[in-house]
């Protein structure tokens, strides 16, 4: 006589997959970046930045603990890998002139860390949080590439160049600079940055 298959008895739940939890972790980090770089840090709530990852609020706050720390982890990200302050000194102005170029084109990814700066701005606390990410990451690896005297002051004008151009190409759209050649601003732009990479008392340049 065939025996039947064992039963799962009644109101037994059904076994539950097990969550990937680093899935799950990036899923919220890239729902927040792309709400943080589209409204800014007071424009979006944890509650949407759940809902456009799949999961619930009370999840995002288990995994990050709050959306100040969410926003911080969200800079971190965005701010930690080299885009375009480059390592190398030997070719830092070519390499930044050219990547700034890049970044800023029209087609370029509009998850770019110049968005999530300007938009999130006017709070003071995510300004903060801002410029200390900044400062660890993009500064520091500038800062650490230029000799010579001055060193805070020349890394800072070169990101406030950055800046600059990153506003008024990708955000405002100046048309002279969004349809003009690029080799020719990228050619132009390097001879920007290696002005002010380059030590005053310094006659092999940097």
Do not use: C
């Not at 006589?1 to 739940?13: K, L």
């Not at 970044?103 to 509009?110: E, G, K, L, V, Y």
């Amino acid at each position: 006589m065939e025996q039947e298959p064992p039963r799962t008895p009644v109101g037994d739940p059904a076994p539950k997959r097990p969550r990937n939890a680093a899935a799950t972790r990036a899923a919220i980090l890239r729902s927040a970046m792309e709400a943080f770089s589209r409204n800014g840090y007071d424009g979006v709530g944890v509650r949407e930045i759940a809902a456009a990852a799949g999961v619930t609020a009370m999840l995002v706050n288990r995994y990050f603990g709050s959306k100040e720390q969410l926003f911080a982890e969200v800079v971190e990200a965005s701010f930690a890998p080299p885009t375009v302050v480059t390592d190398d000194p030997r070719t830092l102005s070519q390499d930044v002139a050219r990547a700034l170029v890049e970044r800023t084109s029209p087609a370029a990814d509009h998850l770019d860390p110049f968005l999530l700066m300007l938009l999130s701005a006017p709070n003071q606390r995510a300004a903060e949080i801002m410029r200390q990410g900044i400062e660890r990451h993009v500064g520091r690896r500038l800062t650490e590439q230029l000799k010579g005297s001055d060193v805070p002051e020349r890394a800072g004008l070169a990101l406030s160049v950055i800046a600059g151009i990153w506003l008024m190409r990708k955000v405002i759209g100046d048309a002279a600079l969004v349809q003009g050649d690029e080799e020719a601003l990228a050619r132009r732009l390097e001879g920007v940055f290696g002005l002010l990479f380059s030590d005053d008392n310094d006659t092999d340049g940097a």
